[in-house]
């Protein structure tokens, strides 16, 4: 079956702009996760959601990042005033629920300019 | 929180070696050890897993080990195939939440023909 898409799967921003990258998880599974994944590096946790619940967003790195899943299934990332700090993949994955395997999407690859 | 060190960052290894892989995890809270394979321009691939009440588990060339006590757990790859030429991560989480994965900073593997 399909895997997570995500979307784009690369995005040029000049400094200051905003974005948003969408993730659309395996059809039926209730958790969703982001992570941030910098150059050369493991990924890192960003959020968490269980159905529309966001239960973990510790790891958002300010509060220009702002991730929504307001009907359980699609998920949108959204990162407000880019800087340059912000460069990375972004990597959504999705799993079942209970503690299951958490299948990984293709990345959006952001390079802010 | 969880911290995962991870080594060597690279590895060099020829057609048809073997190659191992280490990995360290501070929080005896960690339950779930995943490990990742990652191609240039893809999402990390889960390739294998092992859980805290195994010591060990196989599968084809693939195997994983885990010493709870030490806080230890390797990967090795045997037989070793053009194809396993990739980035792999270990990560550790705690299953009881279904919550992040906390990576480790990666392997670069190199077979040489």
């Known amino acids: 079956g399909a895997g997570v898409s995500q979307s784009p799967r690369y995005k040029v921003a000049k400094r200051g702009q905003d974005v948003a990258l969408r993730c659309d998880p395996i059809?039926?599974?209730?958790?969703l996760f982001w992570y941030q994944q910098a150059l050369g590096q493991g990924p890192e946790f960003l959020t968490y959601?269980?159905?529309?619940?966001?239960?973990?967003k510790s790891g958002l790195p300010s509060d220009r990042f702002f991730a929504e899943r307001p009907e359980g299934s699609v998920s949108t990332l959204k990162i407000q005033r880019t800087q340059q700090e912000d460069s990375a993949v972004y990597l959504c994955a999705s799993n079942p629920g209970g503690g299951d395997t958490q299948y990984f999407g293709p990345g959006t690859r952001l390079t802010v300019l | 929180g969880e911290n995962v060190e991870q080594h060597p960052s690279t590895l060099s290894v020829q057609e048809g070696d073997s190659a191992v892989i280490k990995c360290t995890y501070s929080d005896s809270a960690s339950n779930y050890f995943p490990w990742y394979k990652q191609e240039l321009g893809k999402g990390p691939q889960l390739i294998i897993d092992?859980?805290?009440?195994?010591g060990e588990k196989k599968d084809q060339r693939i195997a994983v080990t885990l010493n709870k006590t030490a806080k230890h757990f390797s990967l090795h790859i045997t037989e070793t195939q053009p194809e396993d030429s990739a980035v792999y991560f270990c990560?550790?989480?705690?299953?009881?939440?279904?919550?992040?994965?906390?990576f480790g900073s990666g392997t670069r593997l190199s077979i040489r023909p």
């Open positions: 959601f269980q159905n529309e619940a966001q239960l973990d």
């Open positions: 092992i859980r805290s009440n195994v």
């Open positions: 059809s039926g599974h209730v958790s």
């Open positions: 990560a550790a989480a705690e299953y009881s939440s279904a919550s992040k994965i906390i």
